[in-house]
């Protein structure tokens, strides 16, 4: 395409999530048959809504509940990729063409997205920031993603879209979409803030959507080196429009596929000399594909951006671990700048260390639980595994899951009264003929297991909250006993920020013991209750 030939820019304003899918497709069917020239369309919704992938099961991706309680529309795009969140201020950018019309300047699938979203980042730059193309899909301002892109095609056309963040709430964003819920932690809002960033940040002020477009407007004009015209909706594609409208707005599209859920998140926590480095490895089970990874934590790594740039790269891989292995180390390799902080060792660990976590299918272990087991690891086992081979010979059990009124809280022993899941727990682990033992203090849970290993005891099990164990996981490996942990539900006092309570043994919170997860945890190890008795 040249300077002297005009490419045509509507502008459609804010319509619902349904009209503009279904516009979606009547452009690209009215393009496919020459009844409009190439075009440039720029979009809004309103009400804000939660748009699902053309392959993806809506109620996999999305929190339908909370979408429906906050009035955001709910649909299903008609391109690839993941979900997305829409406000009411983000701008959408569309471009509708033959594929001859930039055959020029692109010769492989990945210059689509190379030669666009650099296009759309020059309009950007027209605010006076530093936008700039980040492979596979994105466009980044210092780092942080502001847009990211995607398309679609139709015999001889094809449609290539993005969306410019505008003014967005990150939190309404993360409870829309169905995102590991370590996201929605005040610190993970904070972080994630780190990697993605809007306009009105950027420029200090909300533009105007005018302004917007003028920008972008001119943004693709230069760098795609082409005129344009304004124009508005074409009479063909308003008929398309009013036959599609009906079936983008109908179950029958939004719920449109029905799966088995297969996509979960497989969380690991690795100690580093520079903090602790949690990954979150996004998997789909029934394709054995690594769909992403995110790596949050307080470990320190400079530059910075560079973790959001591998995160980039770890995208829809096979569960390969020489391949995922290759990726890591080669985007050491290959980098512009010097990476100091994290190696690619620790980080490659933390991602096999949550796919570990796969094998637990093999011991009938279901995936709600597969976050709710750690390991503790010593030199007699380096690697957190699960499987037979150990056998539990003791059980530590918070006290913090006995009631508050209970005689037994702050010592040893319990009547099974049935008022709380210890004494369930209790009853079971005598049934193994485990001796148990509560624990009151920080400083009496060390003291158990400097005893019970000088006892001779090689592994043992108990239970803890998330945030403990990550911040408690070297000391329990300075101890040097082996053993497995066990998440526990309720708000802890690391939730409601009294984790000096507890380690003082004050804490005067009431938790949960996650009953049918040690049953399955004791049987693993320990075996059947028959064989147990024999």
């Not at 789909?284 to 951006?305: C, E, N, Q």
């Not at 709600?368 to 503790?376: A, C, E, L, R, T």
Request: proline share 2%; aromatic share 12%; charged share 30%.
């Amino acid at each position: 395409m040249h300077k002297n030939k005009k490419i045509r820019v509507i502008d459609t304003g804010h319509l619902t999530a349904a009209e503009n899918m279904a516009l979606d497709e009547a452009i690209l069917e009215a393009r496919e048959e020459s009844s409009i020239p190439d075009t440039i369309r720029f979009l809004s919704f309103k009400p804000h809504c939660a748009l699902a992938g053309y392959f993806q099961d809506v109620e996999n991706e999305l929190r339908l509940d909370y979408c429906r309680k906050e009035n955001i529309d709910i649909n299903r795009r008609i391109t690839g990729g993941g979900s997305l969140y829409w406000g009411t201020s983000d701008i959408g950018w569309e471009i509708f063409a033959s594929s001859d019309s930039f055959s020029s300047r692109i010769s492989v699938f990945e210059d689509y997205y190379r030669l666009f979203c650099s296009a759309a980042a020059a309009g950007i730059n027209n605010f006076g920031i530093s936008a700039g193309f980040r492979p596979r899909n994105d466009i980044e301002v210092n780092g942080k993603k502001i847009s990211g892109s995607g398309g679609t095609s139709l015999k001889s056309c094809f449609m290539f879209q993005g969306t410019l963040l505008v003014d967005i709430d990150l939190e309404v964003m993360l409870r829309a979409l169905r995102v590991p819920v370590e996201k929605l932690k005040y610190r993970e809002i904070s972080s994630l803030r780190e990697r993605i960033t809007w306009l009105s940040r950027e420029t200090g002020y909300c533009p105007s959507r005018q302004e917007i477009i003028k920008n972008l407007i001119e943004g693709f004009s230069e760098y795609l080196g082409v005129d344009y015209y304004l124009d508005k909706l074409s009479k063909r594609e308003k008929e398309l429009f009013s036959r599609k409208i009906k079936y983008f707005s109908s179950r029958e599209h939004i719920y449109r596929i029905k799966e088995k859920k297969s996509i979960y998140d497989l969380k690991s926590i690795v100690k580093t000399k520079t903090g602790v480095l949690k990954t979150i490895a996004t998997v789909d089970g029934s394709r054995d594909i690594l769909k992403s990874v995110l790596f949050t934590g307080d470990f320190i790594i400079y530059p910075g951006k560079f973790i959001f740039d591998l995160e980039s790269v770890l995208k829809n891989i096979r569960i390969n671990r020489r391949k995922i292995s290759e990726v890591v180390y080669d985007f050491y390799r290959t980098y512009p700048e010097k990476i100091e902080g994290i190696s690619e060792a620790t980080l490659v660990s933390g991602i096999f260390k949550a796919l570990d976590k796969l094998e637990y299918k093999r011991f009938n272990i279901p995936i709600k639980y597969y976050n709710d087991i750690f390991f503790v690891e010593s030199s007699s086992m380096p690697f957190s595994k699960m499987g037979p081979g150990k056998k539990i010979e003791y059980f530590l059990l918070p006290y913090c899951a006995k009631l508050p009124d209970c005689s037994y809280r702050f010592s040893q022993g319990c009547d099974t009264c049935g008022k709380c899941s210890i004494s369930d727990v209790t009853e079971l682990i005598a049934d193994y003929n485990i001796p148990a033992i509560t624990i009151t203090s920080y400083e009496h849970l060390e003291d158990t297991l400097f005893k019970i290993k000088q006892d001779g005891a090689n592994f043992f099990c108990g239970c803890c909250c998330e945030a403990f164990y990550a911040k408690h996981k070297q000391d329990f490996e300075r101890i040097g006993l082996s053993g497995i942990l066990i998440n526990i539900d309720n708000s802890t006092c690391y939730d409601l920020g009294k984790e000096k309570d507890a380690y003082l043994g004050s804490f005067e919170g009431f938790t949960e013991l996650k009953f049918q997860l040690i049953k399955k945890v004791l049987k693993t190890f320990n075996g059947s209750l028959s064989d147990t008795k024999k």
